[in-house]
């Protein structure tokens, strides 16, 4: 449960549904189902940062958490290309811009940065019908073995049980496979919106919200620390997204496995919902973007961390989102592709120093991470 909160708050509620919830937060009272949706539902944008960032000052201090990383994505073709409506990533195998990386080629993304100390490398893709769990293994044991100090943040919940499947194993033969060749812990992405009538429209084949929490249940008692996402901004409501994150929050009660929590905002260019929706050149705006981190604040009493990824969220809005209850920043990333080809503006890496900057401009204090959130370095 959160902790009582003796200063005073800077703003002061001027939605009246929001005054029993200011007080709630102030009392280290756990939020309902009902304040959630009042939170959602709310204009009063300013009231819900300032509890935020009281709840935060109060858990994390002024310290801001990001890694050195970059992201590598080893393959875009994915059975599920037709049926995530939101992915404009995916590829089927014969489709243009279709690719898989080898071995060597992934080695040698990483290789061509090593100047950049990268200290955390994060593994996501499409699932191949034909990739095997060994091709996985022998990356992660060969990323491990070239560069000895990183840390290895790979494969959501959904790959993990799509290897599951194309192997015959179980969820858990598979992630010990993977500890065993040099797993840290496991990304968030996958998770979408539970409600199941969301689900149906946007990502109708995707593993159902039970057998995702299952994966990262079974993580969690393998001691692998997870992080959790939620995809905002498309056809969902303040009810989906209230029973998505609290659904999220009896996981964390249960395990305590979950180190961040990452609001994705969702981008409409380039794939079949956007065009669907009407909504291409569209994303959601900076208020939403603010309010979702906000809201995840507030609601996750349980999760150490709230993550504000620049790349969606822009470099503008993420610093401001420092004062907004966020206390984990989105690294260095050096080549992002996933939002790209949905229509993300942002840069598609940072320097060390301009993520450095970004925290101190918003007057905070940068603190370099690792995987699992053990601190590498901090700046005064
Ligand atoms: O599950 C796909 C999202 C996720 C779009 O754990 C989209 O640190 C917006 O796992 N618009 C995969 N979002 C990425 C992921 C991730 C990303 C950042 C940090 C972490 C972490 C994990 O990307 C998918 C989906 O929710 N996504 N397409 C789109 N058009
Ligand atoms: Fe495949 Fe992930 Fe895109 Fe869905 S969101 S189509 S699982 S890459």
Same mark, same amino acid.
């Given at each position: 449960?959160?902790?009582?909160?003796?200063?005073?708050?800077?703003?002061?509620? /001027?939605?009246?549904?929001?005054?029993?919830?200011?007080?709630?937060?102030?009392?280290?009272?756990?939020?309902?189902?009902?304040?959630?949706?009042?939170?959602? *539902? !709310?204009?009063?944008?300013?009231?819900?940062?300032?509890?935020?960032?009281?709840?935060?000052?109060?858990?994390?201090?002024?310290?801001?958490?990001?890694?050195?990383?970059? =992201?590598?994505?080893? /393959?875009? +073709? &994915?059975?599920?290309?037709?049926?995530? +409506?939101? &992915?404009?990533?995916?590829?089927?195998?014969?489709?243009?811009?279709?690719?898989?990386?080898?071995?060597?080629?992934?080695?040698?993304?990483?290789?061509?940065?090593?100047?950049?100390?990268?200290?955390?490398? =994060?593994?996501?893709?499409?699932? =191949?019908?034909?990739?095997?769990?060994?091709? $996985?293994?022998?990356?992660?044991?060969?990323?491990?073995?070239?560069?000895?100090? #990183? %840390?290895?943040?790979?494969?959501?919940? #959904?790959?993990?049980?799509?290897?599951?499947?194309?192997?015959?194993? !179980? #969820?858990? *033969?598979?992630?010990?496979?993977?500890?065993?060749?040099?797993?840290? %812990?496991?990304?968030?992405?996958?998770?979408?919106?539970?409600?199941?009538?969301?689900?149906?429209?946007?990502?109708?084949?995707?593993?159902?919200?039970?057998?995702?929490?299952? +994966? =990262?249940?079974?993580?969690?008692?393998?001691?692998?620390?997870?992080?959790?996402?939620?995809?905002?901004?498309? #056809?969902?409501?303040?009810?989906?997204?209230?029973?998505?994150?609290?659904?999220?929050?009896?996981?964390?009660?249960?395990?305590?496995?979950?180190?961040?929590?990452?609001?994705?905002? $969702?981008?409409?260019?380039?794939?079949?919902?956007?065009?669907?929706?009407?909504?291409?050149?569209?994303?959601?705006?900076?208020?939403?973007?603010?309010?979702?981190?906000?809201?995840?604040?507030?609601?996750?009493?349980?999760?150490?961390?709230?993550? /504000?990824?620049?790349?969606?969220?822009?470099?503008?809005?993420?610093?401001?989102?420092?004062?907004?209850?966020?206390?984990?920043? *989105?690294?260095?990333?050096?080549?992002?592709?996933?939002?790209?080809?949905?229509?993300?503006?942002?840069?598609?890496?940072?320097?060390?120093? *301009?993520?450095?900057?970004?925290?101190?401009?918003?007057?905070?204090?940068?603190?370099?991470?690792?995987?699992?959130?053990?601190?590498?370095?901090?700046?005064?």
């Amino acid at each position: 449960m959160a902790t009582l909160i003796d200063d005073t708050v800077r703003v002061r509620p /001027t939605d009246p549904a929001l005054l029993p919830i200011h007080d709630k937060v102030m009392a280290g009272e756990r939020l309902s189902r009902e304040d959630g949706i009042a939170l959602f *539902e !709310s204009r009063d944008l300013l009231a819900i940062g300032a509890l935020a960032d009281a709840v935060n000052q109060r858990r994390n201090g002024d310290r801001v958490l990001f890694a050195a990383n970059q =992201h590598i994505n080893p /393959t875009n +073709v &994915c059975v599920l290309r037709k049926t995530c +409506v939101f &992915c404009s990533y995916a590829r089927t195998p014969k489709e243009d811009g279709a690719y898989t990386l080898s071995l060597d080629e992934v080695f040698a993304e990483a290789e061509n940065v090593r100047d950049m100390r990268v200290r955390e490398f =994060h593994i996501v893709g499409g699932l =191949h019908p034909k990739l095997r769990l060994s091709y $996985y293994e022998e990356m992660i044991r060969g990323l491990k073995e070239r560069h000895p100090g #990183v %840390s290895i943040k790979a494969l959501t919940a #959904v790959e993990i049980a799509h290897l599951a499947r194309i192997e015959k194993l !179980s #969820v858990e *033969e598979v992630l010990r496979r993977l500890v065993a060749a040099g797993l840290d %812990s496991m990304p968030g992405g996958g998770a979408e919106v539970f409600s199941k009538g969301v689900r149906r429209t946007i990502a109708d084949r995707k593993l159902a919200a039970e057998e995702w929490l299952d +994966v =990262h249940r079974c993580a969690h008692r393998l001691g692998i620390f997870t992080n959790c996402t939620m995809l905002y901004g498309h #056809v969902e409501t303040s009810a989906d997204r209230v029973e998505h994150i609290l659904m999220l929050r009896e996981l964390q009660d249960e395990t305590g496995g979950f180190l961040t929590y990452i609001p994705l905002a $969702y981008h409409p260019d380039n794939n079949e919902l956007g065009r669907q929706l009407g909504r291409e050149g569209t994303a959601t705006t900076g208020f939403d973007d603010l309010k979702n981190l906000a809201v995840g604040r507030l609601l996750f009493d349980n999760v150490p961390h709230v993550k /504000t990824h620049w790349i969606m969220n822009t470099i503008k809005v993420s610093q401001v989102a420092l004062h907004f209850g966020v206390d984990d920043l *989105e690294g260095t990333v050096v080549r992002e592709k996933i939002y790209h080809e949905a229509g993300a503006h942002t840069p598609q890496g940072l320097r060390l120093e *301009e993520v450095v900057g970004l925290i101190r401009g918003a007057g905070r204090r940068p603190v370099e991470r690792d995987a699992r959130y053990n601190v590498v370095r901090e700046w005064p």
